[in-house]
């Protein structure tokens, strides 16, 4: 998954397209580069492996003129990062220019096809076969946008692709197949944009085209043309979005990920603002168009994502059976997909997802609908395609997310999950009145609990981390809603600090992780004084009995826990379906540290992207 960029118009294109990919570098930040086609048609391209720094840096050396210019930011999937696998890709005369965001299934077969007619390649990447392929349709006497049409018939696998021509100066054209991240067209005056998402145009045009699977766009800087993949005119609904530019400063943090760890009382209540009714309380879900007869004859409930949100949607599928009483799944939409789940008219389908654009999601929320499902997607991001494919959608509210690591979503996604949950077990009638007004009260009360949380053990993560950071893994263990929590602890590590960790349930240990436990293996133990509380103090015995060490993550008042484990963090006493989200706050900051102890780039951090655009 990569992010696209494209410019025509009247103004210098490279520093326009610059900026436009700096605002997609979380869909991957390996390389990128930049190709701009001045008046005379002359094509010329700059790309750099590394983040987006060494790009402006080359520019700044050699710098491009040009009104029309296409970048390209890149996570690698074919070929390693490095200047010659960075995109744009040239065809062999060095006139047609493609950037590219998908899998070329059958490059192999194509790039030999087109080497034994003669084509060389000079990178290791599959994307490189396009602008061969269009080259020799061009050559055959088909203009532009055929060239890239019939081209694109010939890829399989999902696509965005945008396209430039030396001979035609003046035009841009960008297609879409299938769900491998979106391309919108942005409209200005005298000037058009072409982008992956809708955040990248907003600080330039409110004004936008969404593109549709199967639909491409031929674009002038006076506007653009619509086409089907199989050649017809569409008339591409034009749509005004209303939604601020990414506000992307770090408000004196030094990194966004700390920002958004400590904005999560403010982003909790931007979740909440809205939803709570107060007479009786009750979760107002007024986006959800379903009736109560609807929601009534559901008989499951799926919820379906990936990485952290895969973890939320755990704890959001355990909170909906226990307060809708109602069969509910956490699935990896990647492996939902692929094995022809049960699926029918009375399954809710939750796509859960921070960019609303992560394929795997996609994919499986696609699929459930097409079994008869009603589907609903839980997203941060209006006007993702998340929001666009579902019957309906709840928002996060979360503000925008800069550093890869999700944080404060992962919170408000658990937090949407939990309004959900008592929503339907008051529609359905598993929750009387008091009982549904209770949780809501609950909830209501999470901002100020997640001050607290980030108040408790100032100055102690900074210790921890300095020492624990020798350690080669760490094991984090969570039972019944802290499960997933330990799960995403782990993660949180991992993608940070680049430290081994393993999540899992308690009991699980005992099952084979146990035999990792020594003096070098920290265990993380979530031991809050929930109901499984002994149970938990008993698996924090057998990894003492082994020589283990345990950092505790307890409740704030339990101080017979200290003389049990090595270290503590504390989090506030809070009502048990709070705890997940309230848990969260110690596994997010411990990692922070750690990275930052190591002096890693926390909010980029290696071989990472922020939105996974690709299966
Ligand atoms: C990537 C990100 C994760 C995120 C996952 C799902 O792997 O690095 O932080 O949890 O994608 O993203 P989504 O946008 O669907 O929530």
New binding site residues.
Partial sequence: MCGIFGYLGHQDAAPLVLAGLERLAYRGYDSAGVAVIDRAGHLEVRKSAGKLANLTSLLEREPLSGNAGLGHTRWATHGAPTDANAHPHLDGTGEVVVVHNGIVENYIELKGRLAAEGHTFTSATDTEVIPHLIQELLAQGHTLAEAVRLAAAELRGAHAIACMHAGSPGTLVALRIGNAGGVSVGFGSGEMFVASDLPALLPLTTSVAPLAPGEMAVVTPEGCEMLTLDGRRVDTARQTIAMNPVAAARGGHRHFMLKEIMEQPESAMSCLRGRLGFTPPSAVLGELPFTSEELRSLSRVVFL?????QYATRVGARTTELLARLPASAEDASEYRYREPVVDERTLAVAV???G??AD?LEAMHLAAGGGARTLAITNVAGSQADRGADATLLMHAGPEIG???TKTFVNSMLVMYLLAAHLGHARGALTDAAAAAHVEEAARLPALLGEALELNRGVYERLAAAYVKARRFLFLGRGLLDPIAREGALKLKEISYIHAEGMAAAEMKHGPIALIDGETPVVALVLRDALYEKMLGNISEVKARGGVVIAIATAGDDSIEAQVDDVLWVPPCPPLLAPMLAAVPVQLFAYHTAVHLGNDVDQPRN?????TVE
Avoid: D, R, Y
């Fill in positions: 994502g990936m990485g952290t949100t997802s921070q960019s654009e992560t999601t890869v690591a999700s990472l992207a922020k939105s996974v």
